[in-house]
């Protein structure tokens, strides 16, 4: 049976948002390129309170111009194998 992640483990990945949760401003992680280790690396961008509309706006810009259309396996593969050591 595979090992469950840990909480400190999954602590390490989930909480870049946690701020933004509590004031309420919208967030997202727009993944830009794959290192070497097959990982997604990126950037998380905020807005303003209520601006959800100027937030999707600029994140499918950077998307349109760096999208990522290969790699969702070999982030998933590796995903599991970083939970399951």
């Known amino acids: 049976m595979p090992a469950?992640?840990?909480p400190?483990?999954?602590?390490?990945?989930?909480?870049f948002g946690g701020p933004?949760?509590?004031?309420?401003?919208?967030?997202?992680s727009v993944p830009g390129y794959w290192n070497?280790?097959?990982?997604?690396?990126g950037v998380q961008l905020?807005?303003?309170?209520?601006?959800?509309d100027l937030l999707i706006a600029v994140a499918s810009q950077l998307e349109s111009v760096r999208p990522l259309v290969h790699g969702w396996q070999h982030l998933e593969d590796?995903?599991?194998?970083?939970?399951?050591?």
């Open 4 to 6: 469950k992640p840990t």
């Open 8 to 15: 400190s483990k999954t602590a390490e990945f989930g909480e």
């Open 20 to 28: 933004f949760k509590v004031t309420g401003q919208p967030a997202i």
């Open 36 to 41: 070497a280790d097959g990982l997604p690396i």
């Open 46 to 52: 905020v807005a303003d309170y209520g601006r959800e």
């Open 78 to 85: 590796s995903i599991k194998e970083l939970f399951m050591n």
